[in-house]
Protein backbone atom coordinates (compact mmCIF):
# COMPACT_ATOMS: atom_id res chain seq x y z
CA UNK A 1 0.00 0.00 0.00
CA UNK A 2 1.28 3.33 -0.97
CA UNK A 3 0.24 6.44 1.29
CA UNK A 4 1.64 10.21 0.11
CA UNK A 5 1.67 13.60 1.88
CA UNK A 6 0.86 16.16 -0.61
CA UNK A 7 1.67 19.81 0.13
CA UNK A 8 -1.67 21.53 -2.00
CA UNK A 9 -1.12 25.71 -2.50
CA UNK A 10 -5.05 26.67 -3.71
CA UNK A 11 -3.07 29.89 -5.20
CA UNK A 12 -5.02 32.84 -6.44
CA UNK A 13 -7.63 33.70 -9.04
CA UNK A 14 -9.33 30.40 -10.01
CA UNK A 15 -6.49 28.45 -8.75
CA UNK A 16 -8.92 27.24 -5.96
CA UNK A 17 -11.21 26.53 -8.24
CA UNK A 18 -9.21 24.16 -10.29
CA UNK A 19 -7.52 23.12 -7.16
CA UNK A 20 -10.76 21.68 -6.06
CA UNK A 21 -11.89 20.21 -9.25
CA UNK A 22 -8.57 18.03 -9.14
CA UNK A 23 -8.72 16.98 -5.65
CA UNK A 24 -12.23 15.71 -6.72
CA UNK A 25 -10.47 13.72 -9.37
CA UNK A 26 -7.78 12.35 -7.23
CA UNK A 27 -10.23 11.26 -4.78
CA UNK A 28 -12.41 9.24 -7.11
CA UNK A 29 -8.56 7.70 -8.84
CA UNK A 30 -8.09 6.77 -5.24
CA UNK A 31 -11.30 5.00 -5.24
CA UNK A 32 -10.48 2.62 -8.47
CA UNK A 33 -6.79 1.91 -7.49
CA UNK A 34 -6.16 -0.19 -5.13
CA UNK A 35 -3.77 0.56 -2.17
CA UNK A 36 -3.53 4.41 -3.48
CA UNK A 37 -3.84 6.63 -0.30
CA UNK A 38 -2.84 10.55 -0.59
CA UNK A 39 -3.14 13.26 1.96
CA UNK A 40 -3.36 16.44 1.70
CA UNK A 41 -2.36 19.47 3.58
CA UNK A 42 -3.24 22.46 2.08
CA UNK A 43 -1.03 25.98 2.72
CA UNK A 44 -1.35 29.12 1.85
CA UNK A 45 0.89 31.03 -0.46
CA UNK A 46 0.28 33.98 -2.84
CA UNK A 47 -1.45 37.22 -2.93
CA UNK A 48 -3.58 36.09 -0.46
CA UNK A 49 -0.80 35.29 1.72
CA UNK A 50 0.33 38.40 1.18
CA UNK A 51 -2.26 40.23 2.03
CA UNK A 52 -2.76 38.45 5.16
CA UNK A 53 0.96 37.58 6.89
CA UNK A 54 2.84 40.37 4.81
CA UNK A 55 4.80 37.11 2.93
CA UNK A 56 4.19 35.41 -0.03
CA UNK A 57 5.61 32.62 0.79
CA UNK A 58 4.87 32.03 4.55
CA UNK A 59 7.08 30.08 7.19
CA UNK A 60 4.29 27.48 7.58
CA UNK A 61 3.91 26.80 4.32
CA UNK A 62 7.52 26.38 3.62
CA UNK A 63 7.47 23.91 6.52
CA UNK A 64 5.21 21.65 5.72
CA UNK A 65 6.93 21.72 2.07
CA UNK A 66 10.25 21.49 2.87
CA UNK A 67 9.87 18.63 6.06
CA UNK A 68 5.87 17.53 5.83
CA UNK A 69 5.00 16.39 2.49
CA UNK A 70 6.53 14.37 -0.55
CA UNK A 71 5.58 16.46 -3.22
CA UNK A 72 3.60 19.70 -3.79
CA UNK A 73 0.60 20.07 -6.06
CA UNK A 74 0.06 24.14 -6.61
CA UNK A 75 -2.17 26.30 -8.19
CA UNK A 76 -1.74 29.02 -10.10
CA UNK A 77 -0.55 32.20 -8.00
CA UNK A 78 -1.25 36.02 -9.14
CA UNK A 79 0.93 39.09 -9.14
CA UNK A 80 3.28 37.38 -6.09
CA UNK A 81 4.34 34.31 -8.34
CA UNK A 82 7.86 35.31 -8.83
CA UNK A 83 7.95 35.54 -4.96
CA UNK A 84 6.69 31.63 -4.82
CA UNK A 85 7.19 29.92 -7.45
CA UNK A 86 11.13 31.34 -8.61
CA UNK A 87 11.80 30.87 -4.90
CA UNK A 88 10.18 27.30 -4.62
CA UNK A 89 12.27 26.36 -7.45
CA UNK A 90 15.31 28.10 -5.95
CA UNK A 91 14.88 26.64 -2.56
CA UNK A 92 14.21 23.35 -3.41
CA UNK A 93 16.97 23.37 -6.66
CA UNK A 94 13.74 22.00 -8.96
CA UNK A 95 16.26 22.11 -11.87
CA UNK A 96 14.32 20.38 -14.38
CA UNK A 97 10.90 22.02 -15.63
CA UNK A 98 9.24 19.77 -17.92
CA UNK A 99 6.22 20.85 -19.87
CA UNK A 100 4.73 18.32 -22.46
CA UNK A 101 2.70 19.39 -25.29
CA UNK A 102 -0.01 16.82 -26.47
CA UNK A 103 -2.61 17.13 -29.26
CA UNK A 104 -5.84 15.09 -27.60
CA UNK A 105 -8.91 13.67 -29.47
CA UNK A 106 -11.80 16.38 -29.55
CA UNK A 107 -9.78 19.31 -29.06
CA UNK A 108 -9.18 21.91 -31.86
CA UNK A 109 -5.36 21.61 -32.61
CA UNK A 110 -2.85 22.47 -35.09
CA UNK A 111 -1.73 18.83 -36.05
CA UNK A 112 -3.41 15.41 -34.48
CA UNK A 113 -0.12 14.15 -33.99
CA UNK A 114 1.91 16.71 -31.97
CA UNK A 115 3.69 15.01 -28.86
CA UNK A 116 6.69 16.69 -27.87
CA UNK A 117 8.50 17.80 -23.84
CA UNK A 118 9.86 21.30 -23.38
CA UNK A 119 12.75 20.66 -20.87
CA UNK A 120 13.78 24.01 -19.39
CA UNK A 121 16.45 24.89 -17.01
CA UNK A 122 15.00 26.25 -13.95
CA UNK A 123 17.32 27.93 -11.39
CA UNK A 124 19.68 30.05 -13.82
CA UNK A 125 19.39 32.75 -16.91
CA UNK A 126 17.60 36.03 -15.99
CA UNK A 127 15.02 34.41 -13.34
CA UNK A 128 17.68 34.61 -11.04
CA UNK A 129 16.33 38.34 -10.36
CA UNK A 130 20.15 40.07 -10.62
CA UNK A 131 18.97 43.07 -12.36
CA UNK A 132 20.17 46.91 -11.40
CA UNK A 133 19.94 50.49 -12.24
CA UNK A 134 23.30 51.85 -13.80
CA UNK A 135 21.52 55.09 -14.24
CA UNK A 136 18.58 56.08 -12.08
CA UNK A 137 15.59 56.34 -13.87
CA UNK A 138 17.14 55.70 -17.16
CA UNK A 139 19.53 52.62 -17.47
CA UNK A 140 18.81 49.00 -15.73
CA UNK A 141 21.40 45.84 -16.63
CA UNK A 142 19.76 42.42 -16.09
CA UNK A 143 22.40 39.53 -15.27
CA UNK A 144 22.21 36.69 -16.84
CA UNK A 145 24.15 33.49 -15.06
CA UNK A 146 24.58 29.89 -17.38
CA UNK A 147 26.78 27.05 -15.46
CA UNK A 148 28.08 24.50 -16.62
CA UNK A 149 27.05 22.21 -14.18
CA UNK A 150 23.52 23.59 -14.71
CA UNK A 151 23.04 23.09 -18.15
CA UNK A 152 25.06 19.36 -18.06
CA UNK A 153 22.40 18.49 -15.32
CA UNK A 154 19.51 19.68 -17.28
CA UNK A 155 20.77 18.28 -20.90
CA UNK A 156 21.55 15.01 -19.37
CA UNK A 157 17.49 14.91 -17.46
CA UNK A 158 16.38 16.01 -21.27
CA UNK A 159 18.29 13.08 -22.72
CA UNK A 160 17.30 10.90 -20.77
CA UNK A 161 13.70 11.37 -21.38
CA UNK A 162 14.62 10.87 -24.75
CA UNK A 163 15.65 7.36 -24.01
CA UNK A 164 12.32 6.48 -22.06
CA UNK A 165 9.86 8.04 -25.05
CA UNK A 166 8.47 5.47 -27.44
CA UNK A 167 8.62 6.95 -30.83
CA UNK A 168 11.76 9.92 -32.40
CA UNK A 169 14.01 9.50 -29.71
CA UNK A 170 15.23 12.89 -30.57
CA UNK A 171 16.92 15.91 -28.75
CA UNK A 172 16.69 19.56 -29.51
CA UNK A 173 19.10 22.00 -27.73
CA UNK A 174 17.79 25.57 -28.50
CA UNK A 175 19.49 28.52 -27.98
CA UNK A 176 21.43 31.95 -29.13
CA UNK A 177 25.08 31.06 -29.28
CA UNK A 178 25.05 33.44 -32.29
CA UNK A 179 24.65 36.34 -29.95
CA UNK A 180 24.67 35.61 -26.74
CA UNK A 181 28.22 33.50 -27.48
CA UNK A 182 29.77 33.24 -23.79
CA UNK A 183 26.09 32.27 -22.18
CA UNK A 184 24.35 30.39 -24.59
CA UNK A 185 28.07 29.16 -25.99
CA UNK A 186 28.38 27.06 -22.64
CA UNK A 187 24.84 26.32 -22.88
CA UNK A 188 25.29 24.49 -26.20
CA UNK A 189 28.76 23.07 -25.63
CA UNK A 190 27.64 21.40 -22.51
CA UNK A 191 24.49 19.70 -24.33
CA UNK A 192 27.00 18.50 -27.20
CA UNK A 193 29.15 17.08 -24.37
CA UNK A 194 26.09 15.20 -23.28
CA UNK A 195 25.14 13.99 -26.36
CA UNK A 196 28.14 12.09 -27.19
CA UNK A 197 26.97 10.13 -24.27
CA UNK A 198 23.71 8.87 -25.62
CA UNK A 199 24.46 7.44 -29.22
CA UNK A 200 21.03 5.98 -29.38
CA UNK A 201 19.26 8.93 -29.31
CA UNK A 202 19.54 11.41 -32.04
CA UNK A 203 20.47 15.28 -31.43
CA UNK A 204 20.30 18.72 -33.33
CA UNK A 205 20.70 22.37 -32.44
CA UNK A 206 18.34 25.13 -33.22
CA UNK A 207 18.43 29.11 -32.42
CA UNK A 208 15.20 30.16 -30.62
CA UNK A 209 14.11 32.23 -33.34
CA UNK A 210 13.85 29.24 -35.49
CA UNK A 211 12.56 27.00 -33.06
CA UNK A 212 9.80 29.37 -32.74
CA UNK A 213 8.94 29.39 -36.73
CA UNK A 214 9.26 25.66 -36.32
CA UNK A 215 6.48 25.02 -33.45
CA UNK A 216 4.12 26.54 -36.25
CA UNK A 217 5.57 25.12 -39.17
CA UNK A 218 6.24 21.13 -38.13
CA UNK A 219 5.68 20.48 -34.39
CA UNK A 220 5.15 16.89 -34.98
CA UNK A 221 8.49 16.36 -35.70
CA UNK A 222 9.92 17.70 -31.94
CA UNK A 223 10.33 14.82 -29.23
CA UNK A 224 12.27 16.47 -26.35
CA UNK A 225 13.66 20.47 -26.58
CA UNK A 226 15.73 21.46 -23.96
CA UNK A 227 16.86 25.25 -23.38
CA UNK A 228 17.41 27.86 -20.65
CA UNK A 229 14.87 29.58 -18.50
CA UNK A 230 13.71 32.14 -20.24
CA UNK A 231 13.50 30.91 -23.63
CA UNK A 232 11.47 27.74 -22.27
CA UNK A 233 8.86 29.85 -20.41
CA UNK A 234 8.55 31.92 -23.77
CA UNK A 235 8.45 28.58 -25.77
CA UNK A 236 6.03 26.88 -23.55
CA UNK A 237 3.40 28.97 -24.09
CA UNK A 238 3.58 29.01 -27.82
CA UNK A 239 3.43 25.51 -27.60
CA UNK A 240 0.44 25.16 -25.81
CA UNK A 241 -1.39 27.18 -28.35
CA UNK A 242 -0.63 24.39 -31.12
CA UNK A 243 -2.55 21.88 -28.66
CA UNK A 244 -5.68 24.14 -27.60
CA UNK A 245 -4.97 26.02 -25.16
CA UNK A 246 -2.98 26.93 -21.53
CA UNK A 247 -5.95 25.00 -20.22
CA UNK A 248 -4.72 21.55 -21.02
CA UNK A 249 -0.74 22.58 -20.82
CA UNK A 250 0.48 21.12 -16.92
CA UNK A 251 4.31 21.67 -15.58
CA UNK A 252 6.31 19.59 -12.88
CA UNK A 253 9.16 21.44 -11.22
CA UNK A 254 12.06 18.35 -10.55
CA UNK A 255 14.88 18.08 -8.56
CA UNK A 256 16.73 15.41 -7.00
CA UNK A 257 14.67 15.10 -3.64
CA UNK A 258 11.60 16.69 -4.10
CA UNK A 259 9.04 17.87 -6.97
CA UNK A 260 6.15 20.68 -7.44
CA UNK A 261 3.76 20.57 -9.95
CA UNK A 262 1.60 23.02 -11.52
CA UNK A 263 -0.92 24.47 -14.38
CA UNK A 264 1.36 26.41 -17.15
CA UNK A 265 -1.29 29.05 -17.05
CA UNK A 266 -1.44 32.06 -14.63
CA UNK A 267 -4.59 32.99 -11.69
CA UNK A 268 -6.51 34.84 -14.53
CA UNK A 269 -8.51 36.75 -12.17
CA UNK A 270 -10.84 38.08 -14.26
CA UNK A 271 -12.48 34.35 -13.93
CA UNK A 272 -12.05 33.82 -10.84
CA UNK A 273 -15.33 32.59 -8.88
CA UNK A 274 -17.02 32.36 -12.21
CA UNK A 275 -16.76 28.54 -12.39
CA UNK A 276 -15.75 28.13 -15.37
CA UNK A 277 -12.33 27.44 -15.91
CA UNK A 278 -10.84 24.63 -16.91
CA UNK A 279 -9.00 22.28 -14.91
CA UNK A 280 -7.51 19.63 -17.10
CA UNK A 281 -3.86 21.79 -16.80
CA UNK A 282 -3.85 20.54 -13.52
CA UNK A 283 -5.27 17.54 -13.17
CA UNK A 284 -2.68 16.50 -15.74
CA UNK A 285 -0.02 18.17 -13.24
CA UNK A 286 -1.63 15.95 -11.11
CA UNK A 287 -0.74 12.98 -13.69
CA UNK A 288 2.71 14.16 -13.66
CA UNK A 289 2.88 13.75 -10.11
CA UNK A 290 1.83 10.33 -10.17
CA UNK A 291 4.50 9.51 -12.53
CA UNK A 292 6.85 10.64 -10.03
CA UNK A 293 6.22 9.10 -7.48
CA UNK A 294 6.37 6.03 -9.47
CA UNK A 295 2.56 5.33 -9.96
CA UNK A 296 2.50 4.16 -12.84
CA UNK A 297 -0.51 2.81 -13.39
CA UNK A 298 -2.69 5.59 -11.88
CA UNK A 299 -1.06 7.70 -13.72
CA UNK A 300 -1.77 6.39 -16.71
CA UNK A 301 -5.60 5.43 -15.45
CA UNK A 302 -6.07 9.13 -14.94
CA UNK A 303 -4.97 10.62 -18.68
CA UNK A 304 -7.00 7.93 -20.29
CA UNK A 305 -10.04 9.09 -17.93
CA UNK A 306 -8.83 12.98 -19.80
CA UNK A 307 -8.67 11.76 -22.90
CA UNK A 308 -12.52 10.12 -22.82
CA UNK A 309 -13.64 13.15 -21.34
CA UNK A 310 -12.10 16.03 -24.22
CA UNK A 311 -12.69 13.10 -26.87
CA UNK A 312 -16.93 12.90 -26.08
CA UNK A 313 -16.69 17.00 -25.36
CA UNK A 314 -19.52 16.09 -22.84
CA UNK A 315 -18.62 18.41 -20.35
CA UNK A 316 -15.90 20.82 -22.32
CA UNK A 317 -15.52 24.30 -20.42
CA UNK A 318 -15.87 27.39 -22.81
CA UNK A 319 -12.12 27.87 -23.89
CA UNK A 320 -12.59 24.74 -25.39
CA UNK A 321 -15.75 25.05 -27.40
CA UNK A 322 -18.13 23.90 -24.65
CA UNK A 323 -20.42 25.61 -22.02
CA UNK A 324 -19.88 23.46 -18.95
CA UNK A 325 -18.15 24.44 -15.79
CA UNK A 326 -15.00 23.77 -14.38
CA UNK A 327 -16.49 21.18 -11.70
CA UNK A 328 -18.96 19.66 -14.40
CA UNK A 329 -15.65 18.82 -16.15
CA UNK A 330 -14.11 17.32 -13.29
CA UNK A 331 -16.99 15.21 -12.42
CA UNK A 332 -17.02 13.76 -16.21
CA UNK A 333 -13.51 13.11 -15.74
CA UNK A 334 -13.89 11.08 -12.42
CA UNK A 335 -16.48 9.06 -13.84
CA UNK A 336 -15.02 7.74 -16.51
CA UNK A 337 -12.27 6.35 -14.14
CA UNK A 338 -14.15 3.58 -13.12
CA UNK A 339 -14.28 2.48 -17.10
CA UNK A 340 -10.91 3.02 -18.07
Given at each position: MSSYRIAVIPGDGIGPEVIEATLHVLDALQDVS??????????????GALRRYGKALPEDTLKVILEESVACLKGPVGESAADVIVKL????DLYANVRPFKAYPG????RPDIDFVIVRENTEDVYKGWEFEVVPGEAAVCL????????????????????QRSGKRRV????????????????????REVASRYPSVSFDEMYVDACAMQLIRRPHEFDVIVTTNMFGDILSDEAAALVG?????????????YALFEPVHGSAPKYAGKGIANPCSTILAAKLMLEWLGEAEAARKLELAVTEALKEGLALTPDLGGSSGTMDLARDIARRLKEV
Open positions: KGLKMEYVKVEAGDRLLLIPCLRPITMKGSRRIAEYAFKMAETAVHKANVMRLTCGLFAKACGLGIAPAANIGER
